[in-house]
């Protein structure tokens, strides 16, 4: 693989009425965000072979829209080992199957995401603050270990001009 783009799943509620994590779904603005920047990066971005979402709901509507914008709404696939509270190695396991895959998004969680950014573009020594919505390319490098270089990073922000702060 040589891109990976890693996508923090919108703006959710703070609670979903069935009272579970899982089921929490994105708001009005995270899904707004969303439409713009899935928009922007599917015109700036070649497609991707793959896409790639946790099962919480708010990642697979998050999906949807970046599917969507690609004309892949159909081909969204489902992994379990992109939960919130998942291990970022978990992650560089996928990375590794997708090893024939020349570009995929994954649409997780925080801290998933922002530690997954770390650990494959610096030694520990970054940090990163990874709003709901935020979208990064890592241009993946050939080694034993995943690694690579961060080529962009982009939140709800750059698109409208308002900054939120929306729930994991």
């Known amino acids: 693989m040589n891109h990976l783009i890693l996508v923090r799943h919108g703006e959710a509620e703070a609670q979903s009425i069935a009272g579970r994590d899982a089921a929490r779904n994105l708001t009005r603005y995270g899904r707004d965000s969303l439409h713009r920047a899935a928009t922007w990066l599917a015109s700036s971005e070649p497609k991707p072979g793959r896409i790639i979402a946790s099962p919480y709901l708010r990642a697979q509507q998050t999906a949807k829209i970046v599917a969507t914008a690609f004309g892949m709404a159909d081909v969204i696939e489902t992994d379990e080992r992109l939960t919130p509270h998942s291990n970022f190695r978990l992650l560089f396991d996928i990375i590794e199957e997708m090893a024939d895959v020349d570009s995929l998004i ?23 603050q ?39």
């Open 106 to 128: 994954m649409i997780s969680h925080n801290p998933l995401v922002s530690l997954a950014a770390v650990a494959l573009c610096s030694n520990g020594g970054m940090r990163l």
């Open 130 to 168: 990874y709003p709901p919505g935020a979208f990064c390319k890592i241009q993946l490098q050939r080694s034993r270990q995943p690694a690579g270089i961060l080529d962009w990073f982009v939140t709800p922000a750059c698109f409208d001009g308002q900054s939120h702060s929306g729930n994991g």
